[in-house]
C-alpha cells in the first residue's frame, strides 16, 4: 500500500482553544489505531492564530506536520495584515499552502504572486504545497490540462530543481490539484478525471525538472469518507487536501481509514 498525505486545510475555522482539542483527539485516535510514518504523513494548516498550539501539541518528528495557508514574499515591511514565510517558519511551521484558489480568486494572489511566495517558502526552508486547478467554464471548454499546465509553470519559473528534491525521505515540494469547482461544494471530481489531472501535472513536473524527480501529488475538493477510497486509489493520486471534513478528527481520519480498508 502507498503512503498517503493527509493534509488538513482549516481555512478561517478553529480557534486556539479548539484546536488544542482537536491535537488530543487526534493523537488518540492515532495511537489508538498504529498509524506509521512509513503509512502516512498527517499536516494540519490552522489559521495563524492557532499554529501555535497546534506546533506546541503536535510531537515534532513523526506523522504529523503543521503549517501556515499562506505566507508572504517578503520578510518584514509595511504589508499590513500579511504574514511573512520567514514568520511562518518562526512560528514552527514546517509547511505552507500556495495558491490556494481561495487566496487566487477572493485575494488577488496572481500566477506571478504564487511564484514569487513559492521561492520565498523554499528559500526559508518550507515546503510548499503548490495548489492549482481549473474553474468549472474552464473544463467545460475542454481547458483543463492546458489551464493546470499554465499555473504550474508559471509558479515553477523562478524554482530550480535542486531547491525542491527533498533530503531523501521527505519530499521538498507537493502538488495539489484542486479543480475551483469541486471545492465546498460537495461535488468532487470523477476518480478518472482527478487521476488524468494528477498525472499530467506528475509528468510535467519530471519534464520541467528531470525525469528522475518527483512529488506527491494530493488532489483536494469535496474529499470526505465516502469518495475516499476511490479517489486514493487512483495510481496518480497520493493523497488528499482536505477543507470541510478535516474540522472533525472523526470525518478526517475516515478518509485515511476507508482508504486503507479497501485496499487490504
Ligand atoms: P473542501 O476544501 O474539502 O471543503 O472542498 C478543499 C480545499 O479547499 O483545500
Known amino acids: 500500500m502507498k503512503k498517503i498525505f493527509l ?3 482549516w481555512k478561517m475555522h478553529m480557534l486556539p482553544k479548539e484546536a488544542e482539542s482537536f491535537c488530543s483527539e487526534l493523537l488518540s ?9 512509513k503509512c502516512i504523513d498527517i499536516a494540519l494548516f490552522p489559521p495563524f492564530i ?3 498550539p497546534v506546533v506546541r501539541l503536535l510531537p515534532e518528528n513523526g506523522i504529523f506536520k503543521a503549517g501556515a495557508q499562506d505566507g508572504w514574499y517578503e520578510d518584514r515591511g509595511a504589508y ?8 511562518n517558519r518562526q512560528i514552527g511551521c514546517t509547511h505552507v499552502l500556495v495558491g490556494h484558489s481561495e487566496r487566487r480568486s477572493i485575494f488577488g494572489d496572481t ?7 513559492l521561492k520565498q517558502a523554499l528559500q526559508k526552508g518550507l ?37 525542491i528534491k527533498g533530503n531523501g525521505s521527505y519530499p521538498g515540494i507537493l502538488l495539489a490539484y ?10 468532487n471530481a470523477k476518480a478518472a478525471d482527478a487521476q488524468e489531472a494528477c498525472a499530467y501535472s506528475r509528468q510535467l513536473f519530471k519534464e ?25 486509489s487512483q495510481k496518480d493520486i497520493d493523497g488528499a487536501l482536505v477543507g470541510g471534513a478535516s474540522l472533525k478528527v472523526g470525518s478526517f481520519l475516515a478518509i485515511y481509514d476507508n482508504y486503507r480498508s479497501a485496499s487490504l
Request: net charge negative.
Open 208 to 232: 520541467h525538472f528531470g525525469d528522475t524527480m518527483n512529488c506527491p501529488v494530493l488532489y483536494g475538493g469535496s474529499v470526505k469518507d465516502s469518495n475516499a477510497a476511490e479517489l486514493l
Open 29 to 37: 485516535c492515532s495511537s489508538e489505531k498504529r498509524y506509521d510514518e
Open 50 to 52: 492557532s499554529i501555535a
Open 80 to 87: 499590513t495584515g500579511a504574514v511573512s514565510m520567514d514568520m
Open 178 to 187: 484542486e479543480p475551483v469547482w469541486a471545492i465546498g461544494t460537495g461535488r
Open 111 to 117: 500566477d506571478d504572486i504564487v511564484g514569487r511566495k
Open 127 to 163: 515546503v510548499p504545497v503548490l495548489c492549482f486547478g481549473e474553474t468549472l467554464e474552464q473544463r467545460e471548454a475542454g481547458q483543463t490540462l492546458a489551464i493546470l499546465g499554465k499555473q504550474l509553470l508559471a509558479a515553477w519559473r523562478e524554482i530550480e530543481a535542486d531547491e
Open 7 to 9: 493534509y488538513g486545510n
